[in-house]
């Protein structure tokens, strides 16, 4: 489960090797693994708030061209931008363009 874990999370080869020396050395090793493991869970943490800006503008866009094919233009959508839209898709908008 660590090695699924650790490569997963972005970890190279190369390190998770020198992560397992570190095991085999025992309780001297705390620290460098603790910290592995504090470096592996922010890089994720900030790749979540990536991935969720990314999602928030893919969801927008889709709410765009569905909204779009509906009125059979772009018109209404471009006359609310930046700041008028629809609550929900608001946030979307807001958050795709942080």
């Not at 874990?5 to 025992?26: N, Y």
């Not at 705390?30 to 991935?51: G, M, N, P």
């Not at 709410?63 to 839209?85: H, S």
Request: glycine letters at 4%.
């Amino acid at each position: 489960r660590i090695i699924e874990c650790l490569k997963k999370s972005g970890l190279e080869i190369k390190d998770i090797k020198q992560f397992f020396i570190w095991v085999s050395e025992g309780s001297s090793s705390y620290e460098k693994r603790k910290e592995l493991f504090e470096t592996r869970k922010s890089a994720v943490e900030t790749e979540i708030q990536e991935l969720q800006k990314i999602l928030s503008l893919l969801k927008f866009k889709c709410w765009y061209y569905e909204t779009a094919m509906k009125d059979g233009n772009e018109d209404a959508i471009n006359a609310m931008l930046p700041d008028k839209l629809p609550e929900n898709i608001q946030k979307l908008y807001n958050k795709g363009h942080e």
